[in-house]
Structures are given as structure tokens and as C-alpha cells.
């Protein structure tokens, strides 16, 4: 059973950036598409991003039209853990940011029924 805990969120003013974290336990998510999602108060899950393994040290990255070239996504195997890097953020990311994980996603990394295990969530709020 894998655990995900999520930090960095937080304040930030607009065009600011955030780093976020997620630490996975009970388990290696070398493997693992990892996903990022989320939330505003009254409003369904977004797609965020996603960083999937592609076999061998390869990994794909993709990212929702509305955060493409501000934000990008890495891994770091050793710590087990993924990163979100959002920069010039704007005040409509404001949400909670989920990070999640799947064994085995295939084509539909983008859609947050597929994954199984997720973190707890981290506010990020951007001020104007």
C-alpha cells in the first residue's frame, strides 16, 4: 500500500513560484505514473500533470493546456518522491493540489478515477 504525503503549498503572489513535494512510502514508484491534480472548493478534480515512467531510466512528462511551459514535473527515485514545479503562477491555480499514484495507467494518466492512491493535498494560493 502506498502512501503519499504532499508538501510546499502555501502563499505565494502572482507570478511567483511553488515547489511542491510528494513523499511516497510502502513502496518503490520508480514505476508509478504520478499524477498531479486539483481542486477548487465546489468544482471537480483537474488534470494537472502527470510524469509516467516509459521504461528504462525514461520518463514522459505532460501538463494541462492551462499550466504548459509555467510548470514542470521531475522524480527523484532515491528519495521516492516527485516534484511539481509551478512558476509564474496566477491567482486561477489557486486550489488544493493533489498528488497521486498508479501502478498501471496506460493511456488515461489524465483522468483521476485511474489512480489509486493519493496524498492528502496542499493548499497553494495565489494572491493578486
Known amino acids: 500500500q502506498v502512501q503519499l504525503v504532499e508538501s510546499g503549498g502555501g502563499l505565494v503572489q502572482a507570478g511567483g513560484s511553488l515547489r511542491l513535494s510528494c513523499a511516497a512510502s510502502?513502496?518503490?514508484?520508480?514505476?508509478?505514473?504520478m499524477g498531479w491534480f486539483r481542486q477548487e472548493p465546489g468544482k471537480e478534480r483537474e488534470f494537472v500533470a502527470t510524469?509516467?515512467?516509459?521504461?528504462?531510466?525514461?520518463?514522459?512528462?505532460d501538463f494541462a493546456d492551462s499550466v504548459k511551459g509555467r510548470f514542470t514535473s521531475s522524480r527523484d527515485n532515491a528519495k521516492n518522491t516527485v516534484y511539481l514545479q509551478m512558476n509564474s503562477l496566477k491567482p486561477e491555480d489557486t486550489a488544493v493540489y493533489y498528488c497521486a499514484a498508479d501502478a498501471n495507467s496506460g493511456s488515461t494518466w489524465n483522468i483521476a478515477s485511474t489512480y489509486d492512491y493519493w496524498g492528502q493535498g496542499t493548499q497553494v494560493t495565489v494572491s493578486s
Open positions: 510524469h509516467r515512467w516509459s521504461g528504462g531510466r525514461l520518463y514522459y512528462a
Open positions: 510502502g513502496g518503490t514508484i520508480s514505476r508509478y505514473t
